[in-house]
Nanobody
């Protein structure tokens, strides 16, 4: 079992920045890939960024150059640094863990609202 708890969401003006955190506990060594996804009202959940155990990162085209996924193994935390935020980035952001035996775990989500 893996437990994920997100934090760091909030209201920010266009052009602003936020950093989301995902605290990971449980069977951390079973995790192959960590990721951030988001879901806006009326839309499907979409991938934002992923990072593998080996450190390889992947980003959605819409966030490349603005968002950075990283992790702190000592703190068992994965981060999503977001800059130059746009209104279209407004969504609930979810942390995800994919294990080596292809099980998916999700956090409860954190709301990010970009508005003036």
């Amino acid at each position: 079992q893996v437990q994920l708890v997100e934090s760091g969401g909030g209201l920010v003006q266009p052009g602003g920045s936020l950093r989301l955190s995902c605290a990971v506990s449980g069977s951390r060594f079973s995790i192959r890939t960590m990721g951030w996804y988001r879901q806006a009202p009326g839309n499907q959940r979409e991938l934002v960024a992923t990072i593998t155990r080996g450190g390889t990162t992947n980003y959605a085209d819409s966030v490349k150059g603005r968002f950075t996924i990283s992790r702190d193994n000592a703190k068992n935390t994965v981060y999503l640094q977001m800059i130059s935020l746009k209104p279209e980035d407004t969504a609930v952001y979810y942390c995800n863990a994919l294990t080596y035996d292809t099980r998916d775990y999700w956090g409860q989500g954190t709301q990010v609202t970009v508005s003036s």
